[in-house]
């Protein structure tokens, strides 16, 4: 990472006690939005995860997890040259769709994906703001295949690494540009 991207983390990402509720941390990525050489510092560094070491793209799509993973992963999409693929919660898309649940710590949820949004053999970078307990990116990864795509790797904004989201995940390349 970049030392512009871990410079603009430091200074930008605000720490919010007892949000949403009493004991929590909640890490408020906003003041980052606002801050256009910030944002594009942590654009690029995202960016990176689908690059070769020699800087050439190594996919085909970028697959952005509702809802603040389609902040990021649409600029990062354009930086590439790749299309951007939303996944969203059940009932948000128009056409068809294929459907993964999972379980949540308090209940279950339903992301789903258009059938034809990753041709098969296309290759994908997952994106998000967070990689918690991992069950949204592995149910991401489920979908990519779900449509013949290969989840090359993910890309996290920050990962909260006493959930072990990382372990849920498997061998999917990951990068982190915050580790909590």
């Given at each position: 990472?970049?030392?512009?991207?871990?410079?603009a983390?430091?200074?930008?990402?605000?720490?919010?006690?007892?949000?949403?509720?009493?004991?929590?941390?909640?890490?408020?990525?906003t003041?980052?939005l606002?801050?256009?050489?910030?944002f594009a510092?942590?654009?690029?560094?995202?960016?990176?995860?689908?690059?070769?070491?020699?800087?050439?793209?190594?996919?085909?799509?970028?697959?952005?997890?509702?809802?603040?993973?389609?902040?990021?992963?649409?600029?990062?999409?354009?930086?590439?040259?790749?299309?951007?693929?939303?996944?969203?919660?059940?009932?948000?898309?128009?056409?068809?769709?294929?459907?993964?649940?999972?379980?949540l710590?308090?209940g279950?949820?339903?992301l789903?994906?258009?059938?034809d949004?990753?041709?098969?053999?296309?290759?994908?970078l997952?994106i998000?703001?967070?990689?918690?307990?991992?069950?949204?990116?592995?149910?991401?990864?489920?979908?990519?295949?779900c449509?013949?795509?290969?989840a090359?790797?993910?890309?996290?904004?920050?990962?909260?690494?006493?959930l072990?989201?990382?372990?849920?995940?498997?061998?999917?390349?990951?990068a982190?540009?915050?580790?909590?």
């Amino acid at each position: 990472m970049s030392e512009r991207a871990r410079e603009a983390l430091e200074r930008l990402v605000v720490d919010v006690p007892d949000f949403p509720e009493p004991g929590v941390v909640f890490k408020d990525i906003t003041p980052l939005l606002d801050d256009a050489e910030g944002f594009a510092a942590v654009v690029d560094a995202l960016a990176a995860a689908g690059r070769d070491g020699d800087g050439n793209v190594v996919v085909d799509k970028v697959v952005g997890m509702e809802a603040r993973g389609f902040i990021l992963a649409a600029p990062v999409a354009l930086a590439l040259g790749v299309g951007f693929v939303p996944v969203r919660k059940a009932g948000r898309l128009p056409r068809s769709t294929y459907a993964v649940s999972y379980a949540l710590e308090y209940g279950e949820e339903t992301l789903e994906i258009h059938q034809d949004a990753i041709a098969p053999g296309q290759r994908v970078l997952l994106i998000d703001d967070v990689l918690a307990t991992g069950g949204t990116a592995r149910a991401a990864v489920e979908l990519v295949e779900c449509c013949g795509g290969t989840a090359m790797a993910a890309a996290m904004l920050m990962e909260l690494s006493f959930l072990r989201g990382r372990d849920v995940i498997g061998d999917l390349p990951l990068a982190s540009l915050m580790v909590v």
